[in-house]
C-alpha cells in the first residue's frame, strides 16, 4: 500500500505543491499525513475509527496533534476554506451516499482547491477487500450474491479461504449491505459534479507508477503515451479510479 502513498503525494505535488494546506480525508493510520508534513505540506487526517477501522486508531495516535477523530456523518472539524486540497484514498467506496460528503469537503476547500479521490469502483472485477471476484456487481443482499460468495470461498477465491464457509460468506455480504457502496467512477464523477469539476484521470499514470517501482517491469513505464488508454481500463478493472477534481468558484 505504501506504494500508494507515495502516489498520492506525488499527485498532491503535481497538482497542489507545497507548502499547502492538506486533508487526508479518511487517512487511517495517517501514513499519508506522515508523507505529506515530510514533503512539506501542513497537513491533517480525519477518520472515524469506527468498525473495521478501528486497527488504526493506535497508530493514528502518534499524530494525535494532526489527527482528529470524528463521528459517522458529523461536521468535519475545520473552518470554510481552510484547506487548498483534499486527498482521499480507498475511503469513497464506503460512502453511500457521496453527494453530502462532497458539501463538506467543498466547504473546506477554499475556491480552485483540489480533490484526489482514489478508490475502487464498481468496474473493478475483483472486489479488494474480499479478494473475491464479480460479487459486488450482484444487489446487496441477494440469493445471488450469497451463491458467487460461496462460489468463491469453494474455489479458495476469498480474504479467509481457512474460515467456515458459511460464517465468510455472512461476514462479507454484511460487509456489501452495510460498509461498501459501490457506483462506477461516472457516477461518482456525477454525485459531486454541482460543487466539483473534473479536471483528470490518472488512472494510466497509476500504473505507470507502479511499473517503475518493480524491477523486472520498470521499462513498460516508459512505454508511449499512446498506451494510456489501454493502461487506464487496466487500472480501473484491476485497481481503482484516480480522480482529479477542482472546487467550483461558485
Same mark, same amino acid.
Given at each position: 500500500?505504501?506504494?500508494?502513498?507515495?502516489?498520492?503525494?506525488?499527485?498532491?505535488?503535481r497538482?497542489m505543491?507545497?507548502?499547502?494546506?492538506?486533508?487526508?480525508?479518511?487517512?487511517?493510520?495517517?501514513?499519508?499525513?506522515?508523507?505529506?508534513?515530510a514533503?512539506?505540506?501542513?497537513?491533517f487526517?480525519?477518520?472515524?475509527?469506527?468498525?473495521?477501522?478501528?486497527?488504526?486508531?493506535?497508530?493514528?495516535?502518534?499524530?494525535?496533534?494532526?489527527?482528529?477523530?470524528i463521528?459517522?456523518?458529523?461536521?468535519l472539524?475545520?473552518?470554510?476554506?481552510?484547506?487548498?486540497?483534499?486527498?482521499?484514498n480507498?475511503?469513497?467506496?464506503h460512502?453511500?451516499?457521496?453527494?453530502?460528503?462532497?458539501?463538506?469537503?467543498?466547504?473546506?476547500?477554499?475556491?480552485?482547491?483540489?480533490?484526489?479521490a482514489?478508490?475502487?469502483?464498481?468496474?473493478?472485477?475483483?472486489?479488494p477487500?474480499?479478494?473475491?471476484?464479480?460479487?459486488?456487481?450482484?444487489?446487496p443482499? $441477494?440469493?445471488?450474491q450469497? /451463491?458467487a460468495?460461496?462460489? #468463491?470461498? *469453494?474455489?479458495? @477465491? !476469498?480474504? %479467509?479461504?481457512?474460515?467456515?464457509?458459511?460464517?465468510w460468506?455472512?461476514?462479507?455480504?454484511?460487509?456489501?449491505?452495510?460498509?461498501?457502496f459501490? $457506483?462506477?467512477?461516472?457516477? /461518482?464523477?456525477?454525485?459531486? #459534479?454541482? *460543487?466539483?469539476? @473534473? !479536471?483528470? %484521470?490518472?488512472?494510466?499514470?497509476?500504473?505507470?507508477?507502479?511499473?517503475?517501482?518493480?524491477?523486472?517491469?520498470a521499462?513498460?513505464?516508459?512505454?508511449?503515451?499512446?498506451?494510456?488508454?489501454?493502461?487506464?481500463e487496466?487500472? *480501473?478493472?484491476?485497481?481503482?479510479?484516480?480522480?482529479?477534481?477542482?472546487?467550483r468558484?461558485?
Amino acid at each position: 500500500m505504501s506504494l500508494t502513498y507515495d502516489f498520492v503525494i506525488s499527485l498532491a505535488q503535481r497538482y497542489m505543491p507545497a507548502p499547502a494546506r492538506l486533508l487526508d480525508f479518511g487517512c487511517g493510520g495517517g501514513e499519508i499525513v506522515a508523507k505529506a508534513v515530510a514533503a512539506g505540506y501542513d497537513a491533517f487526517g480525519v477518520d472515524t475509527y469506527q468498525d473495521h477501522w478501528q486497527q488504526y486508531a493506535p497508530a493514528a495516535r502518534l499524530q494525535a496533534d494532526r489527527i482528529h477523530r470524528i463521528a459517522p456523518d458529523a461536521a468535519l472539524p475545520f473552518g470554510k476554506g481552510e484547506f487548498d486540497i483534499v486527498v482521499s484514498n480507498q475511503v469513497f467506496e464506503h460512502i453511500r451516499d457521496l453527494a453530502p460528503v462532497a458539501e463538506q469537503l467543498a466547504r473546506l476547500l477554499r475556491p480552485g482547491g483540489m480533490l484526489i479521490a482514489v478508490f475502487p469502483s464498481r468496474e473493478v472485477l475483483i472486489e479488494p477487500h474480499l479478494k473475491a471476484p464479480f460479487v459486488h456487481w450482484f444487489p446487496p443482499g $441477494s440469493a445471488s450474491q450469497r /451463491a458467487a460468495l460461496q462460489a #468463491s470461498h *469453494l474455489l479458495r @477465491l !476469498s480474504s %479467509r479461504p481457512a474460515q467456515q464457509r458459511h460464517d465468510w460468506v455472512s461476514e462479507a455480504q454484511r460487509d456489501l449491505r452495510d460498509h461498501i457502496f459501490y $457506483s462506477k467512477a461516472g457516477a /461518482a464523477i456525477e454525485a459531486v #459534479s454541482r *460543487l466539483f469539476t @473534473l !479536471s483528470a %484521470r490518472e488512472e494510466a499514470n497509476f500504473l505507470r507508477h507502479r511499473l517503475a517501482a518493480n524491477a523486472l517491469l520498470a521499462s513498460a513505464a516508459t512505454l508511449p503515451r499512446a498506451m494510456d488508454p489501454l493502461f487506464a481500463e487496466v487500472t *480501473l478493472r484491476l485497481a481503482n479510479a484516480v480522480l482529479i477534481f477542482k472546487r467550483r468558484d461558485n
